[in-house]
């Protein structure tokens, strides 16, 4: 039983940790107080994984706890909280099974690891049928929905537009479209 204490407020102390950490990348993908490539990998990937161990290791010995302070505690509920725990860790594999890195705010990176050259990205004008692709601060992001026919405002699709996003937006803007590649 003791063993049994030692590993909960362990997991406690994993979820405690572990949400301090959740803030920080988080902040460190929008606010870019860190770099956004590791504070996306830590805050997307490696960290849900280990939080939910630790939630569910800590909250289904809570679960026991208040089963067995009710009453409650019997074959039944036992195998109930087994099956919940089971179909959360199944829930868990099959969401981190077809994970795909996102954004802070939900743009899918398609491909991180494509290098654009200014000429490839020029191609990429928004008009007859190319998506337009604009690069902010190296990289490139699709922005179809907000460039039509390869204009937004009085800027042109294809083209590295840091400058002008930072005059009328900021930076955490930019990271909810889809992450198309590099500029060189």
Known sequence: MKNIIKIDRLAAWVLYVGMFIYFV??????????????????????????????????????????????????????????????????????????????????????DKEKIFTVDELAKYDGKNGNPPYVAVDGVVYDMTGIFQDGFHYSHFAGKELTNAFYKKHVKGQITKYPVVGKLN
């Open 25 to 110: 990348t988080g902040f460190g993908m929008v606010k870019g107080i860190m770099d956004r490539e590791l504070a996306a990998k830590i805050h997307l990937g490696i960290l849900n994984k280990i939080m939910i161990g630790a939630f569910l290791t800590h909250s289904s010995y809570a679960v026991h706890l208040a089963l067995k302070r009710n009453r409650l505690w019997n074959k039944f509920s036992q195998i109930l909280l087994i099956l919940i725990i089971l179909g959360s860790i199944i829930f868990s594999i099959k969401i981190f099974s077809e994970e795909k890195l996102t954004t802070p705010t939900g743009g899918q990176i398609v």
